[in-house]
């Protein structure tokens, strides 16, 4: 049987061009018409230690960047020695011949040590050698026998039609190392017949863009924390296009109250950050839950605590963002499982902001958020709802901002309509915005009309769960285990279950959230009801979400796996630990 | 001819609830005076605020208002103008709100020359909280978070700091001089980039030290002495006489004003086609913008 996926591992140092060469090879394979997943192991240095990718295509859709690869392209000595022994059999190690030497004994067998001369032939077409990972790129291009017009594609991508010498340039060196490729045996047996139609490939935080896009964000104000950055980055670059305005500003309390100020003003406005980040918004973002304003904001989750592992993934940020800001107030939060759903849970978090007057946290991680994946064709088609405004219906004489309705959403008026003036205000206030807290405050009325105005706002958190995605179960019926997840993890426990259920004839399923909070009590409930046994799946220490599912439902779930080295969910540890506990 | 607006309808009908003698009474009338000389459309008007005493000020005109948590008025204020900069905003709060917790958020609004008008009510302690001191307390002076030796660090000189900043509209107020006060409101509101009114308010409460009397005692008016607004040098070297230098003679007025400098709203891009408020929304041609994707 021929092999139906292939993976690509680029190692090197921090500045040796081991992402954009990565990237290059990823565009390559979604345009081969692989279905293309990568994933990013980086340190928090610009220059130096050692950083490496995975790129794995596949003719079926994938699950996640995979384990073993078939090749490992070695930028420097130290990726020879952390992952010769990964390569699978049968696969190849290219490396520079001249400064990097295999240690056969750590080798599987049938493993082709793919030797060139990188940098020398680099230096045939430029002086600076620069080009050394483009004649390696070539020679893993050529190994696994994909289509050389795709890298020329590639590069006309990064270079543009600006400069067409460097494109044409890179080509050439491309091809230097495709030819020292036939030198050496030529390509590797793997029988993949590319379909060659091409598929979009995006990130999880670029797909969190087009979301907000179509959506119509129109302001986005952030400050640079990885792994969120990219979303600044992105916006900088398109917004502008699209009437966005994106500033990046003094700090997270700027960005969150920012964010406020123009969703208040009448615009879709978003934020995004890392944990580190959020904790500095998180007064903030109850400020809007008062004044119930909207806005969304995106928290792309990284290894805690404090400043933690900056460059490596975690769910750790759970508990911050169900408890963010003191006392009660209503959110909606919203856990994408991947690109798709970063696109559309983000548009959607946008309308519920709307809808319901209030900020919706849309929770990823630097997994989701970095890596890159083919997608289906985004629909950009989507509802846009903008909840209810006074000016729609309602008189100006004696308008109540904060009126109390069944639904506890109130009509919403825009600074700049004319007879709706109000104070939007943070101290506990009246149907008409005046204050509570001062000279009120105590008397037996007002303690009523604050219990009141409390119970209006807490309302919203019906409709929220009215309107958001509820649970879902994926795969058999009378499984007899149940994988509970959320976010990110979503891949490799399908995957899992998928290798388990072929290889053992186990039946297993997978219990999932795209809504967190408002939880979805009676769904989760009927769901539950099927469960023989079960596992919790999730990227921190503490079981945060198997916590919030106990407390909203009463189910424990009967074994636990945490993940908080920093690395993502691989598919066979929790396909071992599948077999652990249901032995 | 459009009606005139009288000074009543920019009142709201919730009555100050500062203490009898406060400085903000007349900081309140001053804005009020301003906007209604200006015949400004109470509607396109947001005032915003942080907390403390002279943070309720929002409720008591008839604007719109934004009452923001402690310290965030200014960010809130410049995400309102960014989504619509057609919108007259105003920015109040005291000294602990801007100068304190706020103080990073006053600086870079300044640098970015917002066209935002901040009228802050210095009284040089923290009144809603009881009487601690502020980052604008006097060196010396004994407060509850102060009680033995007094304040042993530097007062913040927000007229410098302005300065030194990037504001394009620096001036000082005294609440004991209402009609001054206005006129420098109304020239903060009239001018195209960020004007700080820097209001010497009196707490009649928890300040004994710097009360009406010790600035009338002091206070001499910039203009009288023939300074000159447009001269940055000069600016500065009339800021640096208080608190930093003397505390015999106070200058009030407009220090410096620049008419040249481009504002945030002129520079930034997305505001070309026109206020992002009233933009279309979503994304007319998505093949395009997924191209770069395929």
């Known amino acids: ?583 | 001819m459009k009606a005139a607006f009288e000074m009543d309808t920019y009142k709201s009908e919730i009555k100050p609830t500062w203490c009898p003698g406060c400085g903000d009474f007349a900081v309140l009338r001053a804005l009020q005076t301003a906007v209604h000389t200006l015949q400004l459309e109470p509607w396109n008007i947001l005032v915003v605020s942080g907390i403390g005493c002279s943070s309720n000020l929002p409720h008591f005109l008839s604007t719109y208002g934004f009452h923001a948590i402690h310290g965030r008025a200014l960010p809130v204020a410049e995400g309102a103008k960014l989504a619509n900069p057609e919108l007259n905003v105003i920015v109040t709060g005291g000294d602990g709100d801007g100068y304190g917790i706020g103080l990073g958020h006053f600086i870079h609004a300044m640098r970015r020359n917002f066209d935002i008008t901040y009228v802050v009510m210095n009284n040089q302690i923290y009144g809603l909280t009881t009487g601690q001191a502020s980052p604008t307390s006097e060196k010396g002076m004994k407060t509850k978070s102060t009680p033995i030796e007094g304040v042993i660090e530097n007062p913040i000189d927000p007229i410098s700091l302005a300065l030194a900043s990037g504001a394009t509209y620096v001036a000082r107020g005294f609440s004991g001089d209402v009609k001054t006060m206005a006129e420098l409101v109304k020239g903060g509101i009239e001018h195209k980039g960020f004007a700080l009114i820097d209001c010497l308010s009196p707490c009649v409460t928890y300040n004994k030290v710097n009360t009406y009397d010790f600035f009338r005692e002091r206070v001499y008016d910039l203009a009288k002495e023939g300074h000159d607004p447009s001269d940055m040098k000069a600016a500065f070297a009339k800021a640096t006489e208080w608190p930093m230098v003397q505390r015999d003679r106070i200058p009030l007025g407009l220090f410096y004003r620049n008419k040249e400098m481009p504002t945030y709203e002129d520079l930034e891009i997305s505001l070309r086609k026109g206020p992002p408020v009233r933009q279309p929304l979503g994304v007319e041609d998505p093949e395009e913008l997924l191209a770069e994707f395929l």
């Open chain 1, 1 to 583: 049987m021929s092999k139906r996926d292939l993976a690509l591992r680029v190692g090197g140092a921090a500045g040796d061009g081991v992402s954009s060469t990565a990237e290059s090879f990823a565009k390559i394979s979604a345009r081969s018409g692989l279905h293309t997943w990568t994933y990013s192991s980086y340190q928090s240095v610009i220059r130096g230690g050692h950083v490496w990718t995975q790129v794995r295509g596949g003719l079926d859709p994938l699950l996640s960047h995979g384990d073993d690869p078939d090749v490992v392209l070695c930028l420097n000595q130290q990726t020879m020695d952390v992952h010769q022994a990964d390569v699978l059999e049968g696969g190849a190690i290219i490396y520079d011949v001249d400064s990097v030497k295999p240690d056969p004994t750590k080798i599987r067998k049938n493993v082709r040590l793919i030797g060139i001369s990188l940098r020398k032939k680099a230096q045939t077409l430029s002086p600076n050698a620069l080009m050394r990972n483009t004649v390696a790129l070539g020679a893993a291009v050529a190994l696994f026998a994909m289509d050389f017009r795709h890298v020329e594609s590639a590069f006309k991508d990064i270079w543009g039609d600006k400069k067409p010498e460097i494109v044409q340039q890179n080509v050439a060196a491309a091809r230097l190392g495709g030819d020292a490729v036939k030198d050496l045996g030529g390509p590797l047996p793997l029988g993949l017949a590319y379909p060659n139609q091409a598929k979009y490939l995006m990130t999880g935080n670029e797909a969190v863009c087009l979301g907000a896009l179509a959506a119509g964000v129109k302001f986005l104000a952030q400050y640079p924390m990885t792994p969120a950055s990219s979303i600044l980055h992105w916006m900088a670059s398109h917004g502008p296009k699209y009437g966005v305005v994106v500033k990046q500003v003094e700090d997270e309390l700027a960005a969150m109250n920012m964010a406020v100020g123009a969703g208040f003003a009448g615009v879709r406005s978003m934020t995004a950050t890392s944990g580190g980040g959020f904790c500095l918004m998180v007064e903030a973002i109850g400020q809007a839950g008062m004044t119930e304003t909207p806005l969304v904001a995106v928290l792309v989750q990284r290894s805690g605590p404090s400043t933690g592992l900056p460059t490596k993934t975690e769910q750790g940020d759970l508990n911050l963002a169900l408890g963010a800001g003191q006392g009660d107030w209503p959110r909606a939060i919203l856990a994408p499982r991947h690109p798709e759903e970063c696109f559309s849970l983000t548009a959607k978090a946008f309308n519920l902001a709307e809808i319901y007057q209030t900020p919706i946290i849309v929770i990823s991680d630097l997994y989701l958020g970095e890596g890159y994946r083919t997608v289906d064709k985004l629909d950009f088609n989507v509802p846009i709802v903008r909840g209810m405004m006074a000016a729609d219906g309602g008189t100006a004489k004696d308008f109540k901002r904060y009126e109390i309705t069944e639904s506890g959403v109130s009509p919403r008026a825009l600074p700049g309509t004319k007879g709706y003036q109000f104070i939007g205000a943070t101290d506990e206030h009246m149907e008409s915005g005046e204050l509570i807290s001062d000279v009120l405050a105590g008397l037996p009325e007002f303690v009523e009309e604050r219990r009141k105005m409390h119970e209006k706002r807490m309302r919203k958190l019906d409709g929220l769960r009215k309107d958001s995605p509820p649970p879902e179960m994926w795969g058999s019926r009378n499984a007899d285990l149940t994988l509970i997840n959320w976010g990110s993890t979503w891949g490799a426990a399908h995957e899992a279950i998928l290798q388990v259920e072929e290889k053992e004839g186990m039946k297993v399923n997978s219990l999932e959230f795209p809504t967190i909070f408002p939880f979805h009590v009676d769904e989760a409930q009927k769901l539950l009801r099927g469960v023989k046994q079960s596992l919790a799946v999730e990227g921190n220490y503490t079981g945060q979400f198997a916590r919030l599912l106990r407390a909203e439902t009463g189910y424990k779930p009967d074994h636990f796996y945490g993940r908080y080295d920093g690395e993502p969910f691989a598919s066979r540890d929790i396909a071992d630990k599948i077999l652990e506990v249901v032995a």
